[in-house]
């Protein structure tokens, strides 16, 4: 196989030693099944990216496509005997067209690059998952990313017209438009965002860009506790204003920022909305948010310049405290935005009754929480089975409201075990009858987000 | 086949007279293979969908699923010898869920309906094409309908949540998530949204709602012609300012409106700009529209309450002067929006060259464009010929400026004959795997979309 890749890439980018087939073995979701790559691929061009599933799909060999390796669910882990496919050297930023509001990329751009590329035209990228400084586009549309912005500017698959993609027999293919309307044929664009590696590999990516806002106004809110903020989320819902961010921070995530970042944000409440509007519009909204989360018992701040972004990166950061393992894992379950309250209540029982710690940041504008329970690591199996038992509760309790096992993380390989829960037999028959059309032989990142 | 249906549905709503099959023969979209469905089947449910899904397909009979049959591009115009499964009796208004801003209706439901619904809760279903009064959402979903407000609120597919799915063999499933965001498994939910009846019946669609805008403000800026007011969409978007609703009307559609509803719009200018910014940023916005296009020659007039709402029920009726036939077509490309200028002169110019009648409309803001090619009827052959040369070129033109055969009314059967020159072979094979992956007896509204 490593001869078969050497006559199309380079050879010093077909890396077979064992440290770097350990580097490129696991990305940062819990790992259940660790599992070593045979060879990793530093793909360069949309080429060598051919030639690599060319190669696969002759030999039957797994491909695991992979940009940074920062997924939280386990959707770029390798599995046996794999061929790791990087592209995260394909990051070039192809062009910005100012005038359409596209720009076209590789897939190993970071995400954040592409906005300091858009930012002098007016224009921004959307989507901002908390790891924009360090994820890639490819990524994102791979797992269809969600971020801090996308209660008002939509996820990833709203901000994708146009995708190449290189399939599993090393055809490639052009799907979607440049323009922000069409609908000539089947959706391939939409289906490719978030599949996870299972149907292709995504080698350019067309965005629709959106204007920079004119103005915008940052909100602190600290409340009593958590569910009281909670019923913030649903007052400014209900007073029909539409922040483009609007966070909530448990008690618990403040002292951890505070301990890491010298703040003093657990003196000021025990739960905190952190707000943002912007536009034309932000003064106006930011008055009116003002006013209803004051109604609601909240002790509200306008944050200023500087302390904004202050408060914004720490909220990027609340979970930038290490790889998610057997003693720790981050949660990503969403549930209708009524149910809010009686969920994030329902997540401090679950922690409650099972003894395990838990801390919660929440996009809560849409309704996806982050709960990152855990256990100490001196308790060995028994707080793991302990935490395992709270996670699979707060899954549970999630569905039973009408909400979903996974708001913007993926499947990956860790969530597997939750999606029969969420998803009928036809419908993952169905799924698997489409994997089956795009890739028989079964080597794009096999034992992920559907099976 | 008639006497498997009546098994399973009321006699009374299984129609076989000639009549009944006549009327529900076609649509709106021009007609080349006129043909003849065997029956008409109105249900009233999902369980006679599954019925009529069942049967059709143990006895390989296709099924033409159809709302109200407004379709543009002839995507429910009957195939020889099918069942026409009319939904638009399955029109009931499930539930509006003010806090969690979603709704779920049946696929009869008109566009309008809902919004009425939805308006008494600060509410709104965003995606609303010009046939919103008498259009079904179940129609709307099968085209991935556009509208008015697309370009800051997204087509069809942006609102859409969940859908459920009768599939080709009558098994009911459910796809997507209640909840704003979601990515556990393949996104079905897009994949069903657009493909026109070929993959499965729509029978619940559930939808995200948006905020009614608490203030509208509406430009009407007239300009001498019609690549000046093309550049006003420029200059709008030059400026970073994202209006509700950016229509464009050229001097033949303003004659036609001005004739019809006994206005004076010819008077004031020899195209239209009908711009709509809304929200809290609405007279923010509205002023630095009404700036920009002043500064490029704009007649720029502010348009209050009846006489604003008078300016867009017009451009809603633009087009409702009957169906498509051999002598008039209307189009719905979409080109990028850098290319806006460019493309309404060269629709100008094939005009003139070919000696066909144009007018033209455009959602602007998106690029996405409706010109209106007609010939006089008396010149028979001729004049068809000339017109079919107009949409062929005017069609190839669009495609070389990187833009698309259809925005927003899909492929139907009118527009089959343009997808090769978008789509490659690979992307079309593509499509048709996944057709047969859904449906392998081929039952499903043959020969349309992508076939």
Redesign the interface.
Known sequence: MVEALLSGVGASRVLTDRNSRGSYARDQGPLTEPAEPAVVVLAENVDEVQHVMRCAHRLGVPVVARGRGTSLSGGAHAVPGCIILSLERMNRIIEV?P????AVVEPGVINADLNLAAAPH??MYAPDPASHAISTLGGNVA??A?GLR??KY??T??SVLALDVV?ADG?L???G????????????T??F???EGT?GIVVGITVRL???P?ETRTLAAFFPDLPAAAAGV?AI??A???PAILELLDGNTLAILDAAFDSHLGERGDALLLVQTD????A??AA?VQEVLRAVGATVEAEEGAEAGMLLDLRRNARGDGVDDDFRVGEDV?????QLVHYAAELERIARDLGVRLRLVA?A????LHPTFWVPRDEGVAGTSRLHAALDESVKVALGL??????????GQY?LKW?PW???P???D??R??K???DPRGILNPGK??S
Chains 1, 2 share one sequence.
């Open positions: 067209r005038q359409d509001e596209v007016g224009l797992t269809n969600g996308c209660a939509g996820v698959r709203d399939l055809t293919i052009h799907t438009h440049v323009t922000f309307k069409g609908v000539a044929g089947y959706d391939l939409a289906l965002i978030g599949s149907l959106k204007y920079l004119v649903l819902g209900a029909r204003v539409q536009g034309f519009g932000a106006a909204e009116v969403a549930v209708p935005r009524s996009h504008g849409d309704g996806n009408g909400g979903t096992i996974t708001g913007e993380h993926g499947v969530k999606l969420e998803q009928s036809d419908v993952i169905l799924q009858r489409i089956e059309a795009f987000a559907i």
